[in-house]
């Protein structure tokens, strides 16, 4: 619903350039929105008054997320909480950071990576996985040299994923699909792509994701290359990393 006068008094525009917990005030009946408006600039007063009067819908997505407790993200490198320096970080957590910790740890969040709303509703559908085509081998081929960036043939396109995204409502706004991976031998879901498309209302679009050969592997410790996983890749796409629309599977390797 696109706010009015009237509601705006009950919403809240909170600045913040970081995560922070919100359960302290967040079911507080005097609050019935809240804008998450990051790190503000220049043009920030502007563009809230814009967002908050209906003239445009917002259509940002959180890049962390916000736990219900302090205590939901793990230890702590903080020096204002244990006063200690913390001089060595050994990474136990290795690849469980964030959302793919919440995933692994089973914690309910208060809003998950990814999320956001605007003002009105988006449906997913027509989900198209196709082929895997191109060099698929499990390493990258030895024989060409490694350039700037990595192998060459990690930024190869091996795969394309789309599906259609539909507004529901009656405000125009752009929503941003998000395409989440089970690769074998890695944590459950790890985002691979994202599209944002404007759309009008009744009207749909197409979110496409192609993804490349370093978008499909894992670092193989041993070997030291990023290496393709045979097997049964699982494919999910929706509107946050706990919001997912649709899901699939497609298939890597037979015979490495």
């Not at 996985?129 to 190869?156: C, F, M, N």
């Not at 690769?183 to 879901?189: S, Y």
């Not at 393709?228 to 706990?242: C, D, F, K, M, P």
Request: hydrophobic share 35%; charged share 20%.
């Amino acid at each position: 619903m696109v706010p009015t006068t009237k509601t705006l008094i009950s919403q809240l525009t909170h600045f913040t350039s970081g995560i922070r917990t919100v359960d302290a005030w967040i079911t507080h009946p005097n609050i019935t929105a809240v804008l998450f408006a990051g790190l503000p600039g220049q043009e920030s007063g502007n563009s809230l008054v814009d967002i908050l009067y209906g003239d445009v819908a917002p259509s940002g997505k959180l890049p962390y997320t916000i736990a219900k407790n302090e205590s939901d993200y793990g230890p702590l490198l903080n020096s204002s909480v244990s006063f200690d320096y913390f001089p060595q970080d050994n990474f136990t957590e290795g690849l469980y950071i964030d959302y793919r910790a919440f995933d692994h740890e089973e914690i309910e969040p208060r809003y998950e990576f990814g999320f956001g709303l605007t003002y009105t509703t988006f449906e997913y559908g027509d989900l198209e996985i196709g082929r895997v085509s191109g060099y698929t081998e499990k390493y990258p081929d030895a024989s060409i040299a490694i350039v700037q960036g990595g192998h060459p043939q990690l930024w190869d396109e091996l795969l394309a994923v789309r599906c259609a995204v539909s507004n529901t409502g009656d405000v125009a706004a752009a929503e941003i699909a998000q395409l989440y991976l089970g690769i074998p031998n890695a944590p459950v879901r790890q985002l691979r792509g994202f599209e944002k498309v404007m759309i009008k209302p009744g009207q749909n679009a197409t979110a496409e994701f192609k993804l490349t050969r370093r978008d499909l592997s894992i670092w193989d410790v041993e070997a030291q290359k990023w290496a393709l996983q045979e097997g049964t890749y699982n494919v999910w796409v929706g509107a946050s990393s706990r919001d997912l629309r649709l899901n699939g599977t497609f298939e890597v390797g037979g015979g490495y």
